[in-house]
């Protein structure tokens, strides 16, 4: 996989920072990640109406064994080709209580020689409860290995 | 930070380790059972300072004081922290899926 994780000094349970270098212009990551049709291409989500700043986009997830989950994001900011960002409950789990505090994601798009440079930056984990977390990421974890297992031969076939 | 000591109630243990003092008395606890005193001595803060984060430590199910004699020792809760440190990997490496995806999904031919 060629995404690059850091983990920063203090608090390395607080975030997860991704970073990843996309070979495709600006514009069209871009579109990628803030057309809410397309982002629910790749990410495996069936997302009803645009994504805009303090709105809620939300929708069945479409990703095999976790048809029984909803991706569910309230955006915080749109600025066009740099930033896009939005909190949700990660781990996607159906007895979540919506009171629970949420985590924020956050893309930043850079130009590079090689095309963009994606960093998706996650924190506010040490503000979840973690008996809600760790039941989240048990029933999860069968389904990511076959998603990678999915992945890896697609990669395989289009070589 | 709000501390629930019961135990089956949420517990925020990513709080309880996002701080230093915390981390440092968790690395100690990492070698063996110790006394306040024991945990105390070359630590740079005071006895009610490490009580102090012991008692959050505690509250977020990571160490757990017994009392022995006249100290109270305490001991990591290695099932606990093996639990966060799992969290953090799994949602990292779900990012990492997805982002796959991305890039596949950015990089083919423009339909």
């Given at each position: 996989m060629s995404t690059a994780s850091k983990s920063p000094a203090?608090?390395?349970?607080?975030r997860i920072q991704k970073t990843i270098v996309l070979r495709a212009p600006r514009s069209k990551v871009w579109r990628a990640l803030t057309d809410s049709a397309q982002f629910g291409q790749w990410f495996g989500a069936r997302l009803e109406g645009p994504f805009a700043a303090g709105r809620r986009t939300q929708g069945p997830i479409t990703i095999p064994g976790y048809s029984h989950l909803r991706f569910e994001a309230d955006v915080?900011?749109?600025?066009?080709?740099r930033i896009f960002s939005y909190r949700w409950q990660p781990?996607?789990?159906?007895?979540?209580?919506?009171a629970e505090p949420t985590t924020l994601v956050v893309f930043e798009l850079e130009e590079v020689p090689e095309g963009t440079l994606l960093t998706v930056t996650e924190t506010?984990?040490?503000?979840?409860?973690a008996a809600r977390r760790a039941r989240a990421y048990r029933d999860n974890d069968s389904g990511w290995a076959g998603q990678m297992e999915n992945i890896r031969k697609y990669l395989a076939s289009a070589a | 930070m709000p501390q629930r000591r019961r135990s089956g109630t949420p517990a925020p243990v990513f709080a309880a380790l996002g701080d230093e003092i915390r981390l440092r008395l968790l690395a100690r606890l990492s070698q063996g059972p110790l006394s306040i005193s024991g945990l105390t001595a070359?630590?740079?803060?005071t006895r009610q300072g490490v009580t102090k984060h012991l008692r959050v430590l505690a509250g977020a199910g990571l160490v757990r004081g017994s009392r022995r004699g006249k100290e109270s020792v305490w001991q990591l809760e290695r099932r606990r922290l093996e639990e966060a440190r799992r969290s953090l990997e799994q949602i990292s490496r779900q990012w990492d899926v997805s982002l796959a995806k991305l890039k596949l999904f950015v990089e083919q031919e423009d339909s």
């Open positions: 203090g608090s390395s349970t607080d915080e900011q749109i600025e066009p080709e781990g996607g789990d159906p007895d979540k209580d919506p506010g984990f040490d503000q979840l409860p | 070359g630590s740079g803060i």
